[in-house]
C-alpha cells in the first residue's frame, strides 16, 4: 500500500471552473501536510500547507484536511490555463515529506 | 518563504566522471537539507537527508558511495555523483527546512546527463 495516494490525472477542467484535487495517506499519525505545484522541466514550488483539521484559504486556493478519513484536498478556484501543472501532495512523516505520484491538472481555455 | 539554489542548473558529462552539485539556502540557515531525484514522469524520490556537520541518512537502496553528501555549513550541502554512468541521467532537486515549520522549499534542480 502506498503511503500517499493521488489520481494521476489528467484532470481537465474548463478555464473559471473549480479543480479538485484528492489525496489519501495512510500513517495516521501524520501531523503536516503540503501540497506542491510542479510544471514541467521545473522543481517543486509550495502552493499551502495544512495542519489541522478544516479548511485552509489563500487566494483562489483552499486545502482541506480530514485527519478521521485521512484525505487531503486542495481546490482551485478560477482555474486558469497558467494553473495547467502537476499537483504534488506531500505528508510529513519521521522527519521526511512523502510524495504522492502527483496529479495532472490540464486548464482548457 | 525560503530561497534555496542549486548549481549547476544543467551539465553533462561522461560515463566515469564525478559530478558535484551544490544546494545553497540564501536567507536562512538549514541544519538540514534533503536531496531527490525525478525521473520523467515521475514522482520525487528521496535520496538522502543531510545533517549538517554529520554523516548523511540514506534512503533503503541509495548507494553511499556512490552518491556522496556533504554538509558542511549550514547553507551548503553538495551531493557528488561519482563514477555516473548513462543510468544516474536524472533531475536532481535539494530542498530545506524554511520558516513555516516542516515545509519544504526546493531548490530549481539540476538536469544531470551522462553521455
Known amino acids: 500500500q502506498k503511503e500517499v495516494e493521488q489520481n494521476s490525472g489528467p484532470l481537465s477542467v474548463p478555464e473559471g471552473a473549480i479543480a479538485s484535487l484528492n489525496c489519501t495517506y495512510s500513517?495516521?499519525?501524520?501531523?503536516?501536510f503540503f501540497w506542491y505545484r510542479q510544471y514541467s522541466g521545473k522543481s517543486p514550488e509550495l502552493i499551502m500547507f495544512?495542519?489541522?483539521?478544516g479548511d485552509k484559504e489563500d487566494g483562489r486556493f483552499t486545502a482541506q484536511l480530514n485527519k478521521a478519513s485521512q484525505y487531503v484536498s486542495l481546490l482551485i478556484r478560477d482555474s486558469q490555463p497558467s494553473d495547467s501543472a502537476t499537483y504534488l501532495c506531500?505528508?510529513?512523516?519521521?522527519?521526511?515529506?512523502?510524495f504522492g505520484q502527483g496529479t495532472t491538472l490540464q486548464v482548457k481555455p | 518563504g525560503a530561497v534555496v539554489s542549486q548549481h549547476p542548473s544543467r551539465v553533462i558529462c561522461k560515463s566515469g566522471t564525478s559530478v558535484k552539485i551544490e544546494c545553497r539556502s540564501l536567507?536562512?540557515?538549514?541544519?538540514?537539507m534533503f536531496w531527490y531525484r525525478q525521473f520523467p514522469k515521475k514522482s520525487l524520490m528521496l535520496m538522502a537527508t543531510?545533517?549538517?556537520?554529520?554523516?548523511?541518512?540514506?534512503e533503503q537502496g541509495v548507494e553511499k558511495d556512490k552518491f556522496l553528501i556533504n554538509h558542511a555549513s549550514l547553507t551548503l550541502s553538495t551531493l557528488t555523483v561519482t563514477s555516473a554512468h548513462p543510468e544516474d541521467s536524472s533531475f536532481y532537486i535539494c530542498?530545506?527546512?524554511?520558516?513555516?515549520?516542516?515545509?519544504?522549499?526546493f531548490g530549481p534542480g539540476t538536469r544531470l546527463t551522462v553521455l
Open positions: 530542498s530545506a527546512d524554511g520558516t513555516s515549520g516542516s515545509a519544504q522549499y
Open positions: 500513517d495516521r499519525g501524520s501531523q503536516s
Open positions: 495544512i495542519y489541522s483539521n
Open positions: 506531500a505528508v510529513w512523516n519521521t522527519g521526511k515529506l512523502i
Open positions: 536567507d536562512f540557515q538549514a541544519t538540514t
Open positions: 543531510s545533517n549538517e556537520g554529520s554523516k548523511a541518512t540514506y
